[in-house]
């Protein structure tokens, strides 16, 4: 694919965890380009004015000037996503004929929908765009940054009351984020839940009991309603 095929995008967020988390699915996604992603809303609106953009992910409560405001100058002189934590706005939103409208916080499964939104409103015919890459890494959010977290060095995640911790080869990392979006970004065919507690790495287990699983030397339980489905993943490897 050339440099001239690719959509060529610009992030704008007030939050700078947001901006690093939407450059990173915007890089690891074949057919995308990231022109500009920044906390500054003035310097991505004279990108866009200059023509620059094909999509923009835009969020809408900034201080300089909002998402809607920035819809208004630019008129539809390129597409736009919006991305937000408050679903209100999204009437506002569709009235300017935005491609689609994401909820932080935003999976890559969803981004990756939004994105296919974009192509089909465009009549795109080639798949090769918007085919999801197997990640070798996340990010996850921990102590109000983000940390990149190798997958190979994954060897279970725990489900807490108010957060997860992902047991690493290098350690125990905590986050705030759901189980189920952790289920989300990670590739299905490595990560898989056995319990309402625990997602595990498949490369890591040695032994697959009736009741549990080990792996680095930890025994975890098999819940009764992920049994089955586990069971076919596993004799499929």
Known sequence: MTDASLIKCVI????????????????RTPGLSCVSATIHVMDALALVQQGRADLVFLDIQMPELTGIQ????????CDIIITSAYAE??????????????????TYDRFMIAVRKFKARHGSANPTI????????IFLKTNNRLQRIDLNNIFYIEGLRDYIAVHTANGKILSLESMKNLLAILPADNFVRIHKSYIVNKSKITFVEKGGVTLN??????GDMYREEFMKG???V
Not at 217 to 222: A, G
């Open 130 to 137: 918007i085919v999801k890459e197997q990640p070798d890494h």
């Open 234 to 236: 596993v004799r499929k």
């Open 89 to 106: 706005y999204a009437i506002d939103g569709f009235e300017h004929n935005v491609i689609d409208y994401l909820l932080k916080p935003v």
């Open 12 to 27: 704008i967020d007030d939050e700078p965890l947001a901006v690093d988390l939407l450059a990173d699915y915007v890089g």
């Open 217 to 222: 030397k930890i025994n975890l339980p098999i």
């Open 70 to 77: 920035f819809m208004k100058i630019i008129r539809n002189s």
